[in-house]
């Protein structure tokens, strides 16, 4: 079993819409959550950054942390065709010895299209 | 603008010739990863530096090295690639402690190995 599962996609959806990603994972540890964008042929862009459980809004963005059910959620309202990229979840835990390692999810093909 | 920047962006090897990867950063952060995301995979671990101090992962291949000769500078050495070693390899930056602990990702290096 893999410590973070994020289903793949892809994802298809009209301009305007509300796309709703999420991950699970298996490690009640994990304290910081995170969800980054990534274009295609480029280096991720980090998108939003919670710790522990709760939610977060920035602009268009929404994520949301359930640490008692294990899952995350990234919700983007009024989707635009410049969002269409791949959606990655990553999370650490706080401390320890490989500081700041990420475990990332698969990663979601978001496609919006006109 | 502050950032960081990988070099080359595409990289063609042929089987067995060693490779170097170069990642710089502008950000002066003190903690520098090296990820591998092979196609349709998640971002992997193989080792990161926080300041000097040099942390490999439990399952980052021998064949794998970094150097670090200052801040803002760390190589990849792949010793002898394999075709299992044609992936993204993404660089990434963090400050630690910070206010966020947010990691800074490069475009990354496309290495092909023929």
Known sequence: ?114 | DAMVIQNPRYQVTQFGKPVTLSCSQTLNHNVMYWYQQKSSQAPKLLFHYYDKDFNNEADTPDNFQSRRPNTSFCFLDIRSPGLGDAAMYLCATMISPGVTDTQYFGPGTRLTVL
């Open chain 1, 1 to 114: 079993q893999k410590e973070v599962e994020q289903d793949p996609g892809p994802l298809s959806v009209p301009e305007g819409a509300i796309v709703s990603l999420n991950c699970t994972y298996s490690n009640s540890a994990f304290q910081y959550f995170m969800w980054y964008r990534q274009y295609s042929r480029k280096g991720p862009e980090l998108l939003m950054y919670t710790y522990s459980s709760g939610n977060k809004e920035d602009g268009r963005f929404t994520a949301q942390v359930d640490k008692s059910s294990k899952y995350i959620s990234l919700f983007i309202r009024d989707s635009q065709p410049s969002d269409s990229a791949t959606y990655l979840c990553a999370m650490r835990f706080a401390g320890g010895t490989s500081y700041g390692k990420l475990t990332f999810g698969q990663g979601t093909i978001l496609t919006v299209h006109p």
